[in-house]
């Protein structure tokens, strides 16, 4: 009876632990406007009100922490992070190294350059030096693409950030950056520059987790099928993409 006592109140001190919880860590890398950025010293855009709406909607308590987007998966792997949600492109290489949710959006690369430039698209071939941010989906395609075949000579610049790129390509230390279609249209209205071709790569953003934790995917994937079927997630769109 004892026994039976204790281990009642056991699994009830347990499972209120696990109701009460602590904060799952959320990780990003906040220069990529407008799923990312910080204003006012906050975190918001897209990806950020997403998780939160997530947060809600599943009943989790998260804590935000901005890194360079080439650390977000080894510290989600390492058990730094709970969640990754950094407008990640769910590739097959990243899945062997953790899980990603439903798809949420869809993007293609774009090439920018300095508004008075007189680049085109050509900006990629030969003699010339193109930002990207390290680790993206945008610095593989410019290697794989443009350096190991010999048709970019010049340089390929890694920057931790995409503001730090679009600083240096101010200053003409580059000609070119490769980025994501939408983030490219959001810097393109914000900043003296124009985006002069797009590279169309279907790609699928994802919100990751550590891999095998089904259970954290299927809680996420029920929440964006709530915030979906509840109007919110166009609601989102409304607020940061019009
Ligand atoms: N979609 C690209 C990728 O997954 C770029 C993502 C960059 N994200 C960021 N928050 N800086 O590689």
Redo the contacts with the bound molecule.
Sequence with gaps: MKRTILLISLVILVLGGMAIGRALTVG?????PP??YVEDGEFVGFDMDLIRAIADVAGLEIEIVDMS?DSLIPALAAGQLDIVI????I?EDRQRAVSFSDPYWT?DQSVVVREDSEENLTVLFGNKRIGV?T?????LWVEENLLNTGILTGRLVRYD??VMAMTDLANRNIDAIV??SPVAERFAAQRPVRIVGIIVTG?N?GIAVRRGNQELVDTINEALRTLEDTGKIGELVEKHFQ
């Design positions: 990003t890398s906040a220069d990529f799923f990312e987007f950094a407008g990640m492109t590739t993007a941010q680790g993206t989906t945008g610095d950030t995409f980025l994501d790609e953003y």
